[in-house]
């Protein structure tokens, strides 16, 4: 599997809401497995959608992967921290995998890209995939500066829900209302969805 980077480098994977994020990410890390490369797959213990120990897409194809709270979890499972902890792979500490690929990169915080960089630098392939946007089609956590210091980017579209164009934003329903800019990220007891939608039909209340 030649990757066109001499060595280490990242490729940020982003898109909506059902645009084939974890789709993406699951076909580059399972062709790297089919390469004999060692890969280890991470995403952020809060999205329990469907599998604590997996990425799943919403059309139900999986890959392992470590649940973390936050990229020092990422760091420590690596060993990068200096912990002598054998990884998951067998791989003694401080080796470090081929291709690490994150999940969910959006509900990392912004020390997820120096780990990132210092993967890259180290020689690692690391594939992030996460959204771009928020419900309120605002930047996402750590991924501007993600995006700016990838070496590949893919954005990716879903289908708009309400005309089928292509989708470039998430639109946060609340009771099939639209949410409003300012409405809490975590509305407990809500009757909350999400749906894929176009510039034109995605809307933020006031
Ligand atoms: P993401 O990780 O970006 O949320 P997934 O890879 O989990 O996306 O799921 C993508 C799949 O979701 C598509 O291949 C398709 O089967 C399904 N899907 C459901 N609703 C839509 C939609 N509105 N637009 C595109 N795909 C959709």
Redesign the pocket.
Known sequence: LKSPYHGGHLEVIV??????????LIRRVTRAVIARQRVRVFKPLLDDRYHLSAV????GRTIDAVAVRDAAGIRSNLALDGGSETTLLGLPGGVLPDVVGI?EVQFFGTDLVPLALELADQGVRVIL?GLDLDFRAEPFGPMPELLARAESVEK?T????VCGAP?TRSQRLIGDQPARFDDPVVLVGAQESY??RCRVHHEVAN
């Not at 799943?56 to 059309?59: F, G, K, Q, V």
């Open positions: 898109g909506p809401m059902f645009s084939g994020k974890s789709e993406e799943a897409s919403h059309a999940d995939a990716l879903a289908i708009c829900t989708a749906e894929a």
